[in-house]
């Protein structure tokens, strides 16, 4: 049986002026997904984003939420109990401090004591900002205010999350805090949107994937499927010993349908297409042929690769 | 207990509590009790230094006999030849210092805070996260209301027992003191609304609406002050509306005053909740602008129905000019209110035949007059149009049976005139807002009240004074009225003539402009292919 669906839009579409920046998207994401959007700049994600979270009026279409369809014009109370959204820039109060800004927050999603202090310190420690929870908001860093926006954005424990670009600006071990956290809310079982030009994040973090160019969406599917329709299988070998050895030996075997060096390395990277059992048994002939092997390992194309290969031109 | 308290109240309303906790910080209040402390001793001293010394032959707080002309007395000095003081009339002053300066407080500063405060919140998106709160609009707008302007709230509060003090020493009544009171919170309910209906309007300028209203608060006190040698004398005055006495007694003048102000503020009320839960929408329904204009219509037709005092001259004419140009106040706000914005409009002309809108209860028959008249989205003209008809509907009656001498001919004129100035206002700045401009709201403000304001100033100052060589010239100001005394039946007929072509042109440029919005892509790619 089909799972719910979270999100669901039907003929979605936005236009500017002339400009039709989301044009006539089905979207449909099932509940306990996160979902990766992608694209260039201009291509339309954080309108659709905005419009998902009420911020923003399509033009045409509707939009579903958990199955109850989401107006404007109207309070909708219950449909944004279950949203959250986390816009790409995070305006913050500069006047209040964390707990003060979290507690106003909870306050207006109406929670009440005690649960409202227990979900005020459980997203502190969540976002790793406990020790801050007196500090003004004016005094924190970026990546602290961008982990506290996402602390306002999950207060109400929403079902369905709409996080845009939240990792921009953000720097490596920030963006591995970001990434862990987003693991622990997927784990409680929230429905994730997430837009970035981090592909590599969204590879880790995604079930799914939707690209989209000029306001259409190209492409939705699941990653496996993603993986298995267009990522060739690659294989990383390092030797001892020459190369171009390593590279005459491997000429001599089949599903191999190409090579590269590794650029600054002494690693090559073999585009293979057998199964598993296939490399097993290369990995045993290049051993009897007294190749000195210090690395083999499967992988595949990264997600970037297969978005270029799509010959879109994605911005990181 | 008190915790518990606190606790419900916080709960009751997140926004208010948000508010004080920004606002009421412990620097905050100790500054505000210090500037409050700090002005009343002032006050105080300065009334103190204004009190006669043992060689004053006159004060004003003397007990002496009255010099004529003048509210000064002649000083009578006591055994230990000091002048007796008068110190009911001493602490009536303090009354009244305080009675002028409280209110103004609590308004000019109110109206200046929530202005930057919203205009702050929307312009760094913040306020867009209460919006996707599951609060009501009534609740996050009353915490803000109440919340915003706190600080000035907690000076004019500590300075209350000196007003209280002031009142009993001066012999001033409980209901006089109450009724102050009452006004000053009925006034701050209209103004604060009034000011985050300007907020909303895309302005953030406090300052603009701080010097406003500072304006309006020293109008309405001079004509106050004006007031105080009618009879009855009283403290706060007003004539009559409908011939009802309105200014009889305190209690009419209260009850006058307060619900007038009330059905402002609801007015208010309903637009910027309305406006606070879709940023993107006009601020009035085209609904409400009608009930709107209609019970404004009637509130200002009110005062033209008065006994004159026996030394006035009763001339309708001059009435109906003050009505028009209230009016002429009155429609451009509605303008301003009414008409949709470009976005808006290519939405409605783009997709208004997909016959598929958000609102499922939009889903109905649809026929072009009507969604003119009724729906949000459309152009305002015909709405607009409509509201303009209201006053012509109203005062025509009344203009028919004017007997003082006053040409009903004139004021029929004068009235239709007005109405099709504004009727062209509408439609350029129907034309402007739909312009690709970015400010295109400033735009529109400045060539709307260009062609209100620099064609009388001009004809003024090349010395063509309303009479009737320039009455043609007058017909076509915001001041019909002025040449209308002067202008023949060929000038009027040719003028309304002048004016209909105008309107035409900018409506069939409108409606061209939108049935082009209309045209699908494929059409215009279409259209584009075959001229290439």
């Avoid at chain 1, 400009?19 to 990766?36: F, K, N, R, S, W």
């Avoid at chain 1, 507690?103 to 929670?111: G, I, M, N, W």
């Avoid at chain 1, 690395?295 to 031109?313: A, M, N, R, V, Y």
């Avoid at chain 2, 000083?75 to 008068?86: E, G, T």
Wanted: aromatic share 12%.
């Amino acid at each position: 049986m089909a799972k719910e669906l979270a999100i669901r839009t039907h003929d979605l579409t936005k236009q500017f002026d002339r400009h039709v920046a989301v044009h006539e998207i089905d979207l449909q994401i099932e509940t306990g997904e996160v979902y990766g959007l992608i694209g260039p700049n201009g291509a339309g994600k954080t309108t659709l984003i905005r419009m998902l979270a009420a911020a923003e009026d399509p033009s045409l279409g509707e939009i579903y939420i958990h199955g109850e369809q989401l107006f404007r014009d109207q309070e909708n109370p219950n449909l944004k109990r279950q949203l959250g959204y986390l816009p790409d820039d995070f305006p913050l109060y500069d006047d209040l401090t964390v707990w003060d800004y979290l507690d106003y927050f909870a306050r207006l999603y109406k929670l009440q004591e005690p649960r409202r202090s227990r979900r005020l310190r459980e997203v502190l420690e969540l976002v790793q900002l406990s020790h801050k929870r007196q500090s003004q908001i004016s005094t924190l860093s970026r990546g602290m205010k961008q982990r506290l926006s996402l602390a306002r954005t999950i207060i109400h424990e929403p079902l369905v999350l709409l996080l845009d670009e939240p990792v921009s600006g953000l720097d490596p071990i920030a963006r591995l805090q970001f990434r862990e956290i987003i693991k622990v809310l997927q784990e409680a079982g929230m429905t994730i949107l997430i837009s970035s030009h981090v592909l590599s994040d969204l590879a880790e973090l995604c079930t799914s994937i939707g690209i989209m160019e000029l306001g259409y969406l190209v492409e939705s599917t699941s990653l496996q499927q993603l993986y298995q329709r267009l990522s060739r299988q690659q294989l990383i070998l390092s030797t001892l010993g020459e190369l171009d050895e390593l590279k005459t030996e491997l000429q001599q075997h089949a599903h191999i349908d190409g090579m590269e060096v590794i650029p600054g390395t002494q690693r090559l990277k073999v585009y293979f297409s057998g199964d598993t059992s296939a490399s097993v048994t290369l990995l045993r002939s290049l051993i009897e042929a007294g190749i000195p092997l210090t690395e083999f390992h499967p992988t595949q194309e990264d997600l970037e690769s297969i978005f270029l290969k799509l010959g879109h031109q994605q911005a990181s | 207990m008190i915790s518990n308290l606190l606790l419900r109240f916080s709960d009751w309303n997140p926004q208010f509590f948000r508010e004080v906790k920004g606002r009421l910080k412990p620097r905050n209040v100790w500054l505000t009790a210090a500037a409050s402390l700090f002005i009343q001793a002032l006050i105080m001293l300065y009334l103190w230094v204004a009190l006669p010394g043992q060689h004053s032959p006159y004060s004003r707080y003397c007990t002496g006999k009255q010099e004529e002309y003048s509210t000064w007395r002649t000083c009578v000095l006591d055994s230990a030849k000091f002048p007796q003081i008068d110190w009911q009339a001493w602490w009536f002053d303090v009354f009244q210092t305080l009675s002028w300066l409280l209110p103004f407080v609590v308004l000019v500063a109110g109206v200046y805070m929530l202005i930057t405060d919203l205009g702050k919140e929307e312009r760094r998106g913040t306020l867009n996260f209460i919006r996707l709160s599951p609060q009501t609009s009534r609740s996050v707008l009353l915490g803000k209301l109440v919340g915003v302007p706190l600080i000035p709230w907690v000076a004019v509060l500590l300075a209350l027992p000196l007003h209280l003090l002031a009142a009993v020493h001066a012999g001033v009544s409980f209901a006089e003191v109450g009724s102050i009171y009452l006004i000053t919170i009925a006034a701050c309910a209209f103004f604060y609304t009034a000011s985050v209906f300007y907020a909303f309007m895309g302005a953030a300028h406090g300052w603009l609406g701080a010097v406003s209203i500072w304006f309006s608060y020293s109008v309405a006190f001079q004509i106050w002050q004006a007031s105080l040698y009618a009879e009855p004398r009283r403290y706060l005055f007003l004539g009559q509306w409908f011939h009802f006495e309105i200014g009889k007694t305190l209690v009419m003048f209260v009850t006058f005053t307060v619900v007038t102000l009330a059905i402002a503020t609801g007015w208010n009320w309903l637009a910027i909740n309305r406006r606070f839960r879709n940023p993107n929408q006009v601020l009035l329904s085209k609904r409400q602008s009608y009930w709107m204009t209609l019970s404004f219509e009637l509130f200002i037709f009110g005062f033209v129905f008065r006994t004159y005092p026996e030394w006035g001259t009763r001339n309708a004419f001059t009435d109906l000019i003050g009505l028009l140009v209230v009016n002429l106040l009155w429609y451009l706000l509605l303008i301003a209110a009414l008409t949709p914005h470009r976005q808006t409009l290519l939405d409605w002309a783009r997709y208004r035949k997909a016959g598929v809108t958000k609102n499922h209860r939009q889903q109905w028959r649809r026929s072009l007059v009507r969604e003119l008249l009724w729906s949000d989205k459309s152009p305002a003209t015909l709405a607009i149009a409509l509201n303009l008809a209201m006053p012509i509907a109203l005062f025509t009656p009344w203009i028919a049976t004017w007997n003082d001498g006053s040409s009903p001919t004139e004021g029929f004129f004068s009235l239709v005139f007005s109405t099709a100035f504004l009727l062209i206002c509408a439609v350029m700045a129907q034309a402007i807002l739909f312009g690709k401009s970015r400010r295109r709201t400033i735009v529109a403000a400045a060539v709307i009240g260009a062609i209100i304001a620099l064609p009388p100033l001009g004809m003024l100052m090349v010395g063509a004074y309303p009479k009737a060589e320039s009455s043609l010239l007058w017909l076509f100001s915001a001041f019909p009225f002025a040449g209308m005394e002067y202008a023949s039946l060929t000038t009027i007929g040719f003028s309304l003539l002048a004016y209909l072509s105008v309107f035409t042109l900018l409506l069939a440029r409108q409606t061209r402009q939108l049935k082009k919005a209309g045209e699908s892509e494929l059409k215009a790619l279409m259209a584009h292919r075959s001229q290439t």
